[in-house]
T-cell receptor
């Protein structure tokens, strides 16, 4: 399978705990995006990387959120001190260049109790 | 500020008929538009795209129309099939990221 891979698919955690999600992109894709989707809404942009450089972060990305892409390959998204409002599907997507379609992974569904 | 809007949250169409999904945008700088399809518990899947230099793009049963003066695009599915039942998102871009609408749930019934 050479698509975008996300792990885990589901995560249930208690409020206040830290969680980390992983995204493995399509191998030749150097641009990697994180989006968040809640019920009844479209995917909302969180942040993106070109290779290992994080080029933009949304206002939605509070200080509790941090994303890394240390070697320009896989990426991690960490949420510290989770809140119930963080419950959502977190989507990773990749592409090769600007103004090109994004290839999405299956997402990580986070539930904060 | 919702830059990409899908004002119809749901649409129900009979199998074999045409499905028309609409999308409006406010940012005149958008120059690339896409439609994605999403099933529950899966990531969005790309369907079709159109550049702002065109007003129509067709791929099999799917056609996207772009009206720049009205800042409006639409997706036509002909003929509709039960497997087309999903949530459809339009998206727009002018720089380095896609901005998505809120989605339209399409149900195709026999």
């Amino acid at each position: 399978d050479t698509g975008v891979s996300q792990d885990p698919r589901h995560k249930i955690t208690k409020r206040g705990q830290n969680v980390t999600f992983r995204c493995d992109p399509i191998s030749e894709h150097n641009r990697l995006y994180w989006y968040r989707q809640t019920l009844g809404q479209g995917p909302e942009f969180l942040t993106y990387f070109q290779n290992e450089a994080q080029l933009e972060k949304s206002r939605l990305l509070s200080d509790r959120f941090s994303a890394e892409r240390p070697k320009g390959s896989f990426s991690t998204l960490e949420i510290q001190r989770t809140e119930q409002g963080d419950s959502a599907m977190y989507l990773c997507a990749t592409n090769i260049e600007l103004n090109e379609k994004l290839f999405f992974g299956s997402g990580t569904q986070l539930s904060v109790l | 500020d919702q830059q990409v809007k899908q004002n119809s949250p749901s649409l129900s169409v009979q199998e074999g008929r045409i499905s028309i999904l609409n999308c409006d945008y406010t940012n005149s700088m958008f120059d690339y538009f896409l439609w994605y399809k999403k099933y529950p518990a899966e990531g969005p899947t790309f369907l079709i795209s159109i550049s702002s230099i065109k007003d129509k793009n067709e791929d099999g049963r799917f056609t996207v129309f772009l009206n720049k003066s009205a800042k409006h695009l639409s997706l036509h599915i002909v003929p509709s099939q039960p497997g087309d039942s999903a949530v459809y998102f339009c998206a727009a871009s002018n720089t380095d990221k896609l901005i998505f609408g809120t989605g339209t749930r399409l149900q195709v019934f026999p």
